[in-house]
């Protein structure tokens, strides 16, 4: 009787972690392809084009999934976001695994996914294809098996960590903050032998081993992340402080932030759960490093999953009994507040319907992403307003591109004023035009312009025509994107002919002057 019982409560264990990952992944296949790429989905897409060992603001992994994505499903809005989708459902069944391997039940497991699945801040990580759904899912596999070896005594699972790790290092470099928490956390624990270990020797050299081609790249070109960081934090990180990182982390969570709270506070100061406390440690070491550092609040989301699982194994064990009714308001709370908020994580309407949304949820005010990155709140979001207005950019490059005769297609240059949206762009949407790609010289863009361009004549995009009349007689206007919901409203495209000046020589000159400074060693 005893072990029926058990049966049929691992039964309903892992039905209800199935529900979950399957409302997960119907929440993002149904909505994923409701709004056009963001401004930076764009971009990591382009890499698959262009495999390298590095690119100027990330590693190469993201290069590599874009890679594989456009093999499989092409130019696919929700093909490119099927994986963040993917990533975002295995985080939920890790966060079962955790909330079970913890001692927690049915009730624990439901806090915790529900915390998950219904977070804003996480519906938007799993909805875009960025770095940062795949950093989550490595950041919360890592802390599993680090919890693993701690509760089993085997350090043998620093090996698969050391992986791990480097691959994390590679998708994005933020992972030494991780690695320094989680280093000073277990220094000052009771396991701190398992530093000693020769496993964890033999990690750290399979790691360095996995990150030598990205650092010899970096190298041989500069060191482009030092000067994408210094170039960061003079145009966003500057706007940001200790209230602004606190509502960020706080409002990219909403009311689950009740929940992994609880678990943070559990896993410091606990006694019974002491032997997790180094986790505890790490995470709120990671927290508090991402603070001092100025930087945005999602950059700490990756240590959240695991502290929904902590909470909800710690709001099962402790708020029971009389405090049972305390429990269920708190889960009843975080479901009304999350499905409130659901637009503002999760492109289900229409930006008509949006906008009409926000008007009645003026309590949202708050969440991070209406503050842009020049530090103020606009009633929009700048994620949302980069998701806009990109396919009818190229409608309107099309439209040039078509007027030109076929000798002036083969030499024609369609150039994009230091914007990797509009390069993207060009590239994503104008393929259904048969358009070639744009040049321009901002982010790793500058890596894939040409030394040289035909002196045909150039479809220009930008905002305003800037000092085109220097260096052409004939410019034309042929469009201008009118879309109050997007970033760039007001966007133009200019066909530019009867050159003034030599442009091959001008552009060229452009090309050595802007490629220059991630060319140090030439």
Known sequence: MKTEKIFFSCSNYALVTFLFIAVKLCLHLCTNSNYELHRDELLYFNMGDHLSFGYATVPPVTGFLAFIIKTIFGYSVSGVRLIPAILGSLSLLMISKIVREMGGGLTALIIASASYLLSPGFLLLDTLFTP???????????????????????????????????ISFLNKYSVLFF??????ALLFSEYRKLLWSGYLFLAIAIGIAIITPNIIWQYSHNWPVIIHMSELNRTQLT????????????????????????????????????????IGTASLLIILM?????????????????????????MEKYLCGKLESVRNSILIIIIL?????????????????????????????????YRWEDGKVRDISQVYSDMAGWSELAGYAAKAYNKLSEDEKKNCTIYGERNYGYAGAIHFYGKRYGLPDAVTFHESYIFWAPDSIPDGPLIYINSRQDDLSELFGEIT?????????FRENGLKVFICKSPKRDISEVYR??????????????
């Open 290 to 314: 991402f603070l001092l550092l100025k930087g945005k609040g999602y950059y700490a989301l990756g240590v959240i999953p695991f502290l929904f699982a902590a909470g909800g194994y710690t």
């Open 337 to 369: 507040v999350s499905v409130t908020a659901l637009p503002t994580g999760l492109p289900l309407l229409s930006f008509e319907k949006y906008s009409d949304y926000r008007g009645h949820t003026k309590f949202l005010k708050i969440y991070p992403f």
């Open 477 to 485: 206007e042929e469009g201008c994107v009118r879309n109050k919901y």
């Open 179 to 184: 690695m320094a928490g989680f280093f000073i």
């Open 239 to 278: 706007n940001m402080n200790l209230f602004s990182f606190l509502a960020d982390l706080f409002s990219l969570n909403l009311a689950s932030t009740v929940v992994w709270l609880f678990g943070l506070t559990s896993l410091l100061f606990m006694k019974e759960e002491r032997r997790f406390r180094f």
């Open 132 to 166: 940062n759904a795949t950093e989550q899912f490595l950041w919360l596999l890592v802390t599993y098996l680090i919890f693993r070896m701690a509760v089993t005594g085997k350090p043998y699972y620093w090996i698969l960590t050391g992986i791990l790790l480097g």
């Open 509 to 522: 000159n452009l090309a050595l002057k802007e490629k220059s400074i991630y060319n140090p060693h030439e």
